[in-house]
Structures are given as C-alpha cells and as structure tokens.
C-alpha cells in the first residue's frame, strides 16, 4: 500500500508541477509571440546595397541557376534550409490537434535545428490529411529546401510518406519520430550492452509498442547486429506473430508492422508485455505511462537492461525498475538519468548532410550518428551515463562530421570535405549561432 501511495503521489506531483509549468510557457510564448524570427546574413550598409542583394543585381545568379540548377547551392540558402513539415495528425501526445496548433511544436523544432545544428529550418504545417495529397504538395515546395524533415504524423501513414518522398526528391527526407528516436535508441542500447557486457547479436530484446519510433528502431538495431528472432515486438493487442487473427488485415493496413511479424520472434511467443519481457535482456518501450511492472523486470534475464520513454511518465520510472533489478535504466526525460533524446540526433545529422549538399538520407547514416553518440559518452561510461546530453554542445560535431564522411563515402554528397575540414566548418556553423545569441542577448535585443 506504501508503495502504491508513493506512485499516486508521484503522479500528482507530475501533475500539479505540469499545471505550474504550463502557465509559465504559456506567458513566454504569448510575451515573444513565437520563437524564431528571420535576419539578413549579408550586410546592408545602404540602399545602394540592395543593387547587388535584390534588383537589378540579382538577376545575375538567377541566370546562372537557369543555365545549371546545381548552382542554387552556391547562389542561395537552399543549402542550409530544412522544412519542418506535418499535416497534425499526431502532434506530441496530443493527438490529430490539427495544422494550427502544431505550430508551436514545429517553431520549437527549428529553434533547435538552428541552436544544436546551425540549419535554418522553416516551420511549414500542411492542411492536409490525405497521404498521397501530401506527398504532392510537399515535393512542390522542394525548391525553396535542402532537407525534409517530416514530425508529427499518425502511423501508418507516416511509413509510407516517408518512403515515397526519399524515392521521389532528390534531396535529403527524414521522419525524427523514426528515425531520430531510434538512432538515440541505438546509440544508449550500444554503451548499455558495453556495461552490462552482453553483445548486441545475443541480446532478447522486447520491445513495447509497434508505433513510428519503435518500428525503426527495430529496423535500426537489426542492422546494428541485433537479431530479429530473438526480439518480441508487443502492440496494443499482444505480441506480434505469425499466428495473429489480424494478420491479413496487418498485412493490407499496416505492412511495416507485418513485416515485424514476419522477421521477428522465431519462437511465436504470444501474449502481451509480461510474456515479451520474461527472460529478456532488453526491453525498449515507447507506448504508454506505467504499462511496465516491477514482477515484470523481475523476470527478465541478471543485468536487464530498461529503456522506458514514454513523456511525461514512463512505462516504468526508474528507480522501480532498478527496485526490480535492471541495471542499466533509461527514460525520454531530462530529469532522470540516461535522457533518449533525439535532439541529440536530428541537429547533427542535418548539419552533416546539408554541408556535404547530400542528396538522400540511409540507415548507415544514422548507424555512423548512433556510433559516435555512443563513442563520445565512452570516457564517462557509467551505469547512469550512457548516452550524452543536450547540453554537451560539443558532441553535435562529432557526430554531423562523421554523417557527413558517411554521405561523401557513399557517393550522396555534392561537396566533399576532408575530415579535418569538415569538422572545421560544422564546429563553426554551430558554435556560431550560440556566439550570435549571446551577443543579442548581451546587447538587449533577445530578453
């Protein structure tokens, strides 16, 4: 009874801290009316300036893109633009909330591209529901952008925009809500395995919920060396098998999700979370607060390791699951230790491939991005350090340099650096912006 009382009092703590912290967000975004805003980067001493930037001068580049459409790169910002672009059909845990009220979200996404990556992003919410219609409408506005980087949209849905685009444009297509999260996923499972010295191809893995995030992150870390016979996948009806009464209408509905059914799971376990937990050396779960109970990583396998990532109250909070017995333990927030963050991925990759002008975006990108997350945590490697922070603005170099290398090595990049050059220039790109922000903020003009 003590046990459940501390729980419920957590939870409303959490809650009433929510209200409290609502309020004041609320206040700061009405006092800035919003948080991103667009400045000239090239001087304009007088008038007489915009006789270069503007007419007549400019009618120059503009011919010269007409006569090759690779100079863009050179002539404009095209190389430095992402589009942030969703149709609000699943915005943070809120919901389909529509276009209008993802824009906050989308705001603070580019405020993060440009602070952790240097990149100008663009929030551009779509009013549009209908799949194929939004793959039309985004590869219309492709001119003005050097990278994609689709958030916030439903499953199943989201699979399929997000391959027909890479198949279809000629420039770099991203969903964080996949891809992000799984290569931070990776990045903390491989420096987990390190601690509790397992290896990645002998690992059971359970993994909870088979939404966006967790699909690629299956994906991710099977070509990181993960079987896929030994993970169990759990979604809302049970754990995914050949045997499921939904099976055909997985296979017509949902094929990514079938496909999991498919490749994984070789013994046909079924059940729910305790069965896919039982005996497992890993459980990574991004589904639903508190779904994970203590008899159930009771039963894993000596030295479990518990990624729990649900916002804002995990599957399981972190010191019941220690309680429990896991090991290593992770969580999406910033309070706990081990935060899964994919800030830590989307900022940095996007400043590797925009510098190199790549033209697409490959899971060997992101395993080069997982890595050397993983390597920059190395020297400080603890059971409650496993993955960097945020705040480490240091590792967002590292890890857009060796994206970069990987895209030059694959063939995808139209600019090729050394490695020591790119590093150069990725390093200034980022670090100048909180150079840029701290003198507007020194001077009163950001208060």
Same mark, same amino acid.
């Given at each position: 009874?003590?046990?459940?009382? !501390?729980?419920?009092? /957590? ?24 948080? $991103? /805003? ?10 007489? *300036? ?71 992003? #663009? ?21 003005? %952008? ?5 958030? *916030? $949209?439903?499953?199943?849905?989201? #699979? ?43 690992? *059971? ?25 030994? +993970? ?9 098998? +050949? ?29 729910? $979370? ?6 497992? *050396? ?10 994970? !109970? !203590? ?20 599957? $399981? ?18 309070? #706990? ?8 991925? #989307? ?17 060997? =990108? ?29 590792? %967002? ?14 063939? %995808? ?27 507007? =903020? ?6």
């Amino acid at each position: 009874m003590h046990k459940r009382f !501390k729980y419920l009092l /957590e939870i409303r703590i959490s809650l009433i801290s929510e209200v409290v912290y609502t309020n004041e967000v609320c206040k700061l975004h009405m006092k800035y009316g919003g948080k $991103i /805003e667009v400045l000239p980067k090239c001087p304009v001493r007088s008038l007489d *300036d915009f006789s270069y930037w503007y007419t007549p001068g400019v009618a120059e580049p503009s011919k010269e893109i007409a006569k090759n459409p690779e100079k863009v790169y050179d002539y404009t910002n095209k190389w430095n633009s992402v589009a942030v672009v969703t149709d609000g059909s699943r915005v943070l845990g809120l919901g389909n909330v529509g276009t209008l009220a993802s824009l906050p979200v989308m705001e603070g996404k580019a405020m993060i591209f440009k602070l952790l990556g240097g990149v100008d992003a #663009f929030p551009l919410p779509i009013n549009e529901q209908d799949p194929d219609e939004f793959v039309e409408i985004v590869k219309k506005v492709t001119p003005s %952008f050097g990278g994609i980087n689709l958030e *916030d $949209i439903a499953t199943p849905k989201c #699979f399929y925009i997000l391959k027909r685009l890479q198949e279809e444009l000629e420039i770099p297509v991203w969903h964080d809500d996949q891809l992000g999260t799984a290569t931070a996923t990776l990045a903390g499972l491989i420096n987990a395995l390190k601690i509790v010295g397992k290896k990645m191809n002998e690992v *059971d893995i359970a993994v909870i919920g088979a939404g966006a995030a967790n699909i690629a992150t299956v994906r991710l870390i099977a070509k990181a060396g993960a079987d896929l016979r030994k +993970m169990f996948v759990v979604d809302s009806k049970g754990i995914l098998n +050949m045997h499921r009464s939904d099976l055909e209408k997985l296979k017509n509905e949902n094929p990514d999700k079938f496909w999991i059914c498919q490749v994984t799971n070789a013994e046909q376990r079924s059940g729910g $979370i305790a069965e896919a937990m039982k005996g497992a *050396d890993v459980v990574i779960a991004a589904s639903t607060a508190g779904v994970i !109970k !203590k008899e159930f990583v009771k039963s894993m396998a000596d030295d479990a390791i518990v990624f729990a990532l649900a916002n804002p109250i995990p599957e $399981i909070y972190p010191h019941e699951a220690k309680e429990a017995g896991a090991r290593v333990v992770a969580t999406g927030r910033s309070d #706990f230790p081990n935060q899964v963050n994919n800030s830590l991925v #989307f900022p940095a990759v996007f400043r590797g491939i925009l510098s190199v002008r790549a033209q697409k975006i490959t899971e060997d =990108m992101c395993l080069s991005a997982a890595f050397a997350l993983a390597r920059f945590a190395e020297n400080r490697l603890s059971e409650d350090y496993i993955i960097p922070k945020m705040t480490e603005i240091h590792v %967002f170099p590292e890890v857009a340099t060796e994206v970069g290398l990987k895209a030059i090595e694959l063939g %995808f990049a139209r600019k090729t650096f050394t490695p020591r050059e790119l590093y150069e220039h990725v390093s200034r790109m980022i670090l100048g912006v909180h150079e840029k922000l701290k003198k507007l =903020m020194e001077l009163g003009f950001i208060v």
